[in-house]
């Protein structure tokens, strides 16, 4: 892994180590109390979150576990239980460690928490390594609930800016070389 200092802390590395980088990071905030995962959908916080509570003891929280059903949905954040979410966070803070994962992670629990962001990167060209394909942050907002929240979300708040933490991952089906794993 390869610690890449621009102003924030950002841990370029494969997901297969990530969980242990994290609880390494995490050990030198011993109170951290809770630790968010953010990113866009798929990046892999409910995985990577679930193996850093495992390691540190923690009560793992998915905020997707939250979420209600509509044909028609709103926002993300809208969409969940946010009562419910928040006094379970509460309810597992008085017993110990918390790590929480979801998207808008910022608006899910504003009190204090330690961040951590996942970035999914192309590494196709491994010394330009692009991140999220499908997102430009110049792009129209999509039409469609709940990604048009989640990328306002990123627009409003730039979770990836503000991290105390950012994992760049890469690409399903590469590795940080750029290449296909055989």
Not at 9 to 21: C, D, G, K, M, V
Not at 90 to 100: M, P, Q, W, Y
Not at 129 to 146: A, H, S
Request: aromatic share 10%.
């Amino acid at each position: 892994a390869s610690w890449i200092t621009d102003g924030s802390r950002i841990l370029r590395i494969e997901q297969e180590q990530a969980s242990e980088a994290v609880a390494t990071f995490l050990s030198s905030r011993p109170n951290a109390g809770v630790v968010r995962f953010d990113g866009f959908d798929g990046v892999g916080k409910t995985t990577i979150g679930r193996q850093v509570a495992a390691r540190i003891g923690a009560q793992f929280i998915d905020s997707d576990d939250y979420a209600n059903a509509y044909d028609d949905p709103p926002g993300y954040v809208e969409c969940l239980r946010l009562d419910e979410l928040r006094q379970e966070i509460e309810d597992a803070i008085a017993r110990g460690a918390v790590v929480l994962a979801g998207v808008c992670s910022a608006e899910l629990w504003p009190g204090p928490s330690v961040s951590i962001y996942i970035k999914r990167m192309s590494f196709s060209t491994p010394e330009w390594p692009i991140w999220f394909k499908e997102f430009q942050f110049d792009d129209p907002l999509p039409l469609i609930q709940p990604h048009r929240s989640i990328m306002q979300y990123h627009l409003t708040h730039r979770p990836h800016d503000i991290a105390d933490l950012v994992l760049e991952l890469p690409d399903l089906g590469q590795t940080l070389e750029g290449t296909i794993p055989r």
